[in-house]
């Protein structure tokens, strides 16, 4: 097959089927956050069949948003091998047989691999695709272009909070299953959007060429020995290369390990695990919390869909706002505002012990979910950069995963134990205001690091005496083995000699 790169554009087109792009992520994207959140509905259910405690089925969206953030690199590795294409279509692919094998379940161990592992593999394979080629067609409109995508997220969680809880009083959790794996077989349809943004200059390109091929076929015929004989020592080397080297090298092609040097990045990279460590846990027990107070079942669906409403409206708003020229060079300040505000709502939720208090919190609590996701990925980009970014999604999201994983069921250990929601939130609220408090006196001592490394690089540039010196520097080692004794000649005659033996 001819390489991702043929015939690739010079630059983001910013516009045109970029736009189709952003519809085929906002679906794909959607799936990958608001599924596991959805499936919250069933918990109560699925917990009085198997008989089991609330840290063990939360567990199951635990496996699920760990394998899906966890298998980051496997789903950068394929994006860069195969393109976004293929890729999302066969995650689609993957969701669609792990949700209906989950149907047939007889145990939570069952669940734990079908929906935790497969369909969680399946969402992986939709994310960093979608994040990936978004970053692709946009440059200028990125911020935008992020948070139109990001909003499939509130939209698919407004829609699929009533909609399972209608499933599961007309099909069960089994016939509601089978039902949502056909439903996420759309994100093929999502994934067959993402034309690769090179496929136009490649065709042109192929058509020119052909014309001449006729002309140039004697040619060839006539040094096609010629070239063969010259090249097959050559391939054999570059073969015995391939073999020797190990698999560190191999992965390293693709994952850019470098980036562990990269200041930017592992101030993200700390924030941002340490944020997951509360992030998820109170919507997975929002809905089982109304439950466990005496609110019917689908008004406590409908706190998903008021959350996921003002979640739809904050994000592309917040794009908006992070692509504007007062906030955009400082973007890192406004992600640690959103967390340190996310962890706020949740230190607060223990007081609404009623459903006009659970409704408020919900509205704030989508405010400040939407106002992250939202720039969750674009301040990655701004610190690290397109030509990194693909090898960072991945490293970051394997980071995450561990405490994506032990997020929820640390909150339902702590129900489990004290047979009350509110050390959950206040958990989760102390977590995230640390976090949005460590990434805001980070940041604040990044920015002032890059100001003085780039006032020392202008300095130096500008002061004519820094160049002189280094050449005079220069000219005097020269000088000095030039004035040495006949040891030193000897020498350098050896090691001439060296060089004409090595290039013999």
Known sequence: PPPANTGRAPGPPDGGWGWVVVVGAFISIGFAYAFPKGLAIFFKEIQDFFDTSYSEIALVSSIMLATTYGAGPISSILVNRYGSRPVVMFGGLLCGIGMVSAAFCNSILQLYICVGFITGLGLALNLQPSVIIIGKYFLKRRPIANGLAMAGSPVMLCTLAP??????DNFGWRGSFLIL?????????????????????????????????????EEVTEDAMEIISHTTIPTENKMEEEEGKDCCEKINQYL?????????????LIGNVL??????????????????IGIDEYSAAFLLSILAIVDMIARPITGIIANSKWVRPRIQY???????FNGTCHLLCPL????????VYSVFFGLAFGMVCAMLFETLMDLVGPAWFTSAVGLVTIAECCTILLGPPIGGILIDT???YKYMFIKCGVVMVLAGTFLFIMNYYNY??????EKKRKAKEEDPKSVRTENEGRNNWNKETTQDGPEMELLREEQELKKEMNGV
């Not at 850019?256 to 993200?268: E, N, V």
């Not at 406004?334 to 340190?340: K, T, V």
Request: include cysteine; proline fraction near 3%.
């Open 163 to 168: 909609l399972n809880q209608f499933l599961f």
């Open 181 to 217: 794996g056909a439903i996420l077989l759309n994100c093929c349809v999502a994934g067959a959007l993402f034309r690769p943004i090179g496929a136009a200059t490649a065709s042109v390109k192929t058509k020119l060429t052909e014309k001449g091929k006729d002309a140039l076929k």
């Open 256 to 268: 850019d390990f470098s980036l562990f040097k990269h200041r930017g990045f592992l101030i993200y």
């Open 275 to 292: 944020m997951f460590l509360g992030f998820f846990a109170p919507i997975v027990f929002l809905a089982p919390y109304a439950k466990h």
């Open 334 to 340: 406004f992600f640690s505002f959103s967390i340190a």
């Open 352 to 359: 609404a012990s009623s459903y006009t208090g659970l409704v």
């Open 418 to 420: 004290f047979g009350d």
């Open 448 to 453: 002032r690091t890059l100001a003085k490394e």
